[in-house]
């Protein structure tokens, strides 16, 4: 995703420090130790930094992508591009957005196939992120096959 996301030396300046952040957001396994995460990070630290919010997000979407059976996501172009898994299928998996969401009709943002989901940045703007989230994070306690 075209998203600076990185721990500010400025912001953690001890090296080791960073990397223990690093690791530990690696291993996380749920969307509520990353809020954990983050309020410890403001608790000690101060304001999260741009980069930072950016890396949370990231985190957030692997979980929830990870939750939902999608292999890859990527950009390309102005669209973000979610790869389903083998054996995946987009009916199970995602909810058509509503009318007035924009996932209906002549320009909506979305093409969702049976093995991918693109999600037009473009028309979405400054809002594509909120607009995966939301995407990844309906019905997302679906077991995994």
Sequence with gaps: LPLAAFIPEEYVPSLGT??????????IECVEEIEEIARELK???GKLPEPLRNLLYIVEI??????KGIQSIYFHGQEVILDLAPGRS?????????????????GHPY???TKQIRLD???LR???QEELRRLLACHC???KP
């Design 18 to 27: 960073r990397l223990g952040l690093y690791h530990r957001l690696a291993r």
């Design 43 to 45: 608790d000690r630290f």
């Design 62 to 67: 692997k979980i929830l992508a990870t939750a």
């Design 90 to 106: 987009t009916p199970t998996l995602i909810s058509r957005p509503s009318p007035d969401k924009g996932g209906s009709g002549e």
């Design 111 to 113: 093409k969702i196939g």
């Design 121 to 123: 940045t473009s028309r």
């Design 126 to 128: 400054a809002k594509w």
């Design 141 to 143: 306690d679906e077991p």
